[in-house]
């Protein structure tokens, strides 16, 4: 089986210690590309340098995360937009609108991720939407390019069946990760619902490991596991859930 783990902040020093051999652990489990969301100009250097250290496996983003959008947001996305001429991103990400941590800046917010979205058209470049306490802010947002072409993922998706059929009716994956396999979380019959035809796999790592590592630091490898409970979800083969969302993430990156 192969798999791409289309969400991991890699860079980040929670990896500092053991990076070389999380990635190989989970290159070792199939897990054969690492995709590598933006979070500011500060992830920018981190994020690059593991892209050259592991070509061929890890592809950077460019984007300013929601939670990074404080005073300096313009300046901020007048240098991110300026490195797509020196570098090659797959994706604009990661973009969108958290009301979870703090609303202080959600007008700048939703100017942020409006002006991110018209960057991703521009550069004909798919979106990486973290959309926390806020989908109707999302959408909203959203059904202003509606029919531009606009193609991307709600990561860490957490929302209900309405928003999730109103998301792939758009023409967007959802990013399935550790969430899943939590009790009470609700997502396993959400994702029952919609059927795997839409669905890609992340870990979002360091962040929200899966049980049975729910609470420690995530890393690529897990990617295995959010495939096992899916297959479980679904009663189908371990195989047929990774050829699926597999080809999920290779149509929707490009790669
Ligand atoms: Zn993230």
Redesign the pocket.
Known sequence: MQFIDT?T?LYLPEFDADRDEAVNRAVGNGIIKMLL?N?DMDSVNPMLAAVSRYPGICYPMVGL?PTSVKADYVSQLDKLEDLVAKYSFIAVG?IGIDLYWDKTFLKEQIIAFRRQIVFALKNSLPV?I?SRDSFPEVFSVLDEFEGKGLRGVL??FTGTIKDAEKAIRMGFKLGIGGIVTFKNSGLDKIVKETGPGNLILET?SP?LAPVPFRGKRNESSYICIINKKLAEIYDMKEEEIASITYLNSTGLFKL
């Open positions: 969400h902040h969301p979070i995360h990661e990486v973290h990561h860490a979002d962040y």
